[in-house]
């Protein structure tokens, strides 16, 4: 495949890096009531890391994407597939950053925050977000749940674009027969 064909190396690096950090947090949540008590504090501690850790790269990508153009769609490709991949696309970029941002927005509403402080893997502590820190009771515990509301219909959302996204690349790649997955380094 030339070089115009393929998205940059960093491009490929964000894209793996992000899916890879996002399938985690949602399997490790997924499985968090399996695990003994004493691992609940602990995994969820290392899923807002996690999280934090997307929404650091998650901007860095779109830094990138916006100064560097990507490959132009393979050749055959019909226009409502290029619309639909593209609309795909802006949800997703939407949804990497509304996930980890909703639910540091939930953290921040947390009440025991004082007691248990934000850390980027127990390395340094991360400010929790200071206007919604400083929200009186009983706002905040409404907050709380609006932003866990969020997190959760955010997470719902991935699913359905994680479907249509590898579905659409599947479809490019076996029943076109185009080069789809190379693009993204495959
Ligand atoms: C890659 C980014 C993230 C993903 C994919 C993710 C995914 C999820 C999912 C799927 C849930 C369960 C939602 C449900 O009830 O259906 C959840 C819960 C939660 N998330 Fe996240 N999240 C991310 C980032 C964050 C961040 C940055 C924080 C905080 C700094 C955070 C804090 C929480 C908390 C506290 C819960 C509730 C856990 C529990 O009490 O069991 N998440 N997350």
Redesign the pocket.
Known sequence: MTLPDRYTRPAIVFHWTIAA??AL??VM??L?DTFPESW?RPT?DL??S???T??GLAAMRILWRVTHAPPPPPAGQKRWEITAAHLAHFALYVV?VG???S??M??SA?KLAPEHP?TWFGLFEVPRIGWIMDTAQPDKERLHGVF?GW??AF??A?YVLFVLHVGGALKHQWLDRQRELQRMGV
Do not use: Q
């Open positions: 950090l996002i947090n949602v949540i997924w968090i609940t969820i899923h807002k996690i999280g934090l997307v929404l990497i996930l980890p941002l639910g540091y939930h953290d947390f934000l866990y997190h959760a997470a719902y991935l």
